[in-house]
């Protein structure tokens, strides 16, 4: 569990600093650009290249707050009717930047069809939000041996119930699983 954990924390790390390091590029043209564009007397697409430069700068502020709080990251509810049935969801975390990577690597290897995303909430504190939802759902776990096993044999809107209760913002919430692989 402590390398899996930690595996996921260097995938993590990795991802926010190639996209700190593209974002300094990115920064580093825009400055270049400004400057040429003064040089030109071109002052209104230095204004405009300027907000740009303004929005890269709070990226990379989001970006270094994220690496450095640990306990942020999206918990995502998940479901995959193919291989587990209609009443079972899967509840993780990740704390990647691109949480989406996480369910395609899930689906990739372990399972016959994709996942279907429920749910997809950012927290501060995702490992906190994660762990209460296991506790809330402790006695519907499906494997009582594992606990890095996190099925769970209940309907994706008493989740949602969960998550409402806790006041958990939730951007999207899909109850009918599309299925389209298992469907076809």
């Known amino acids: 569990a402590l390398r899996a954990t930690g595996r996921e924390e260097q995938i993590a ?17 825009y400055e270049t650009a400004i400057s040429a564009l003064r040089d030109r007397g071109d002052e ?11 929005e890269i700068r709070d990226a ?13 990251g999206h918990v995502y509810v998940i479901s995959n009717i193919g291989a587990f049935g209609e ?47 296991h506790h809330q759902l402790a006695d519907r776990r499906l494997n009582l041996v594992n606990m890095r096993r996190e099925f769970f044999r209940v309907r994706p809107a008493e989740v949602r119930d969960i998550f409402t209760r806790l006041d958990a913002s939730i951007v999207e919430w899909i109850d009918e699983p599309e299925a389209l692989e298992w469907r076809q």
């Open 13 to 29: 790390r990795r991802e926010y600093e190639r996209e700190q390091e593209r974002l300094r590029k990115e920064l580093a043209h």
């Open 44 to 54: 209104h697409g230095a204004s405009q290249a300027e907000v740009k430069l303004t």
């Open 60 to 72: 990379i502020d989001g970006i270094t707050r994220r690496a450095a709080n640990i306990r942020a």
């Open 87 to 133: 009443e079972v969801v899967k509840i993780g975390m990740t704390r990647r930047l691109d949480p989406m990577d996480r369910i395609r690597e899930l689906g990739d290897a372990s399972v016959q069809f994709r996942y279907d995303v429920h749910a997809m909430v950012f927290s501060d504190d995702a490992v906190g939000l994660e762990t209460h939802l």
